[in-house]
């Protein structure tokens, strides 16, 4: 019996547990799927479309920009689009995603892709969002190698992949993607949430965008 195996025991003994561990786990899984659900506003509750324009509504409110593709292969394009638009050189830093590798590139013969986490020197940066909020116009974006969270605040400019399927009215519907998503062992270190670009308030009250992380937002949805 290791450390932790003794330390259990002692717990089973004083609490009195004598159920095997199976029983346990399921009476815990029964609780946490009967859990009662919070009040989900009527603004949340929209059709498919109604969310993907509610998402977008609220993003723009809160300073990203936005912009609607049919597929993955026109992704390349419109981050090329956006680098040009705003004179920035044509060099991106993307993670190991596997959606995005399917866009193909090689086809944007002046861009250059950088693979792997940001180390600062930056200047754009593509990530591939887990899903969106229309509520709040927010990102939900997973941590870890297919999209390193140094690419979500330390380029200027952070252009993120969006499937338009996976705009949800509430935060309470992402929660249930990540856990049906995610399993025991499988989650992430993170779940960042992002809306809009960064900014601060603190001094004299003056709105300033980039104050801890990019100063520009760009949304590509994927129909």
Known sequence: MNARENVLAKLRRVTGVTGDDAARRATVASRLSDAPKGVIPDRANLPRDGKIELFCAMAAQFGATMTRVGSYTDVPAE????????????????????????????????????????????????????????????LALFSGPDNPTTINFLPEHHIVVLKASDIKGDMESVWAMVRKAKGKGEMPRALNLVTGPSRSGDIEQTIILGAHGPRALHIVIVD
């Open 79 to 138: 981050v090329s689009a956006y680098l040009r638009a705003r004179n920035l050189p044509a060099e991106v830093r993307m993670g190991a995603d596997k959606r995005l590798e399917k866009a193909k590139w090689s086809s944007e013969k002046n861009l250059e892709v950088r693979s792997g986490a940001s180390d600062g020197g930056d200047l754009s940066g593509v990530s591939h969002a887990m899903a969106g909020i229309a509520e709040t116009g927010t």
